[in-house]
């Protein structure tokens, strides 16, 4: 979930795209608490048949990290959603069909508080994902050598590729590899540019 993009116009802040107050809400209010329940659940199915499982211990710790990744994301959630109202909201709250130039200023400070604390949450959101994902894949390791070994490993293997891209992507979303290998292609090919251009002379 990206909630680095945001716009700011005439005083009155407002996210980009702007369906990704909604999208963040979908994401922190509905899949968050469900995710964190099946780790949950995960987790008691670990402990109740541990020797059933080949990675019972890193299974174990990545199921209660996502648990906690989760259900932090719901609290941070809450809190930037606190801090986050539209030219609507402020103008019903307000009773005024146009708010007040201190009002709009008040409105743009408090939506960067929120998109900060909006980040946050779709940060340990991320996390809780891809260490649920990775919790998975160590479940699904069989033990020992039975008819479903086979099929386990093949759903190891497709699980922990999930996770290792959606770990790649959460990466270049927040570290923003991209830009960082496109820069230094460009220093690259000055530099090039340069070096041509003292041979010339």
């Not at 709250?93 to 980040?119: M, N, V």
Request: charged share 20%.
């Amino acid at each position: 979930m990206n909630t680095e993009v945001t716009s700011e116009n005439n005083d009155v802040a407002y996210p980009t795209p702007l369906g990704l107050v909604r999208a963040s809400e979908t994401a922190l209010f509905i899949a968050s608490p469900l995710l964190a329940a099946g780790s949950l659940s995960l987790i008691g199915v670990v402990c109740a048949d541990a020797n059933s499982f080949r990675f019972t211990g890193p299974a174990l710790l990545l199921l209660v990290t996502a648990a906690i990744s989760l259900l932090l994301s719901i609290q941070l959630g809450y809190h930037a959603r606190q801090w986050i109202y539209s030219y609507d909201d402020l103008k019903n709250w307000t009773a005024r069909r146009q708010p007040r130039p201190e009002d709009l200023d008040t409105q743009a400070s408090d939506y960067k508080k929120g998109r900060k604390k909006l980040e946050h949450a779709g940060m340990a959101y991320n996390a809780g994902t891809v260490f649920l994902a990775f919790g998975v894949a160590f479940i699904l390791a069989p033990r020992g050598h039975n008819e479903l070994a086979v099929w386990r490993w093949f759903a190891t293997a497709i699980v922990s590729a999930f996770a290792i891209g959606e770990t790649a992507w959460i990466l270049n979303t927040y570290l923003r590899w991209r830009h960082w290998l496109l820069r230094r292609r460009a220093i690259r090919s000055q530099r090039s540019l340069k070096e041509v251009g003292q041979n010339d002379v």
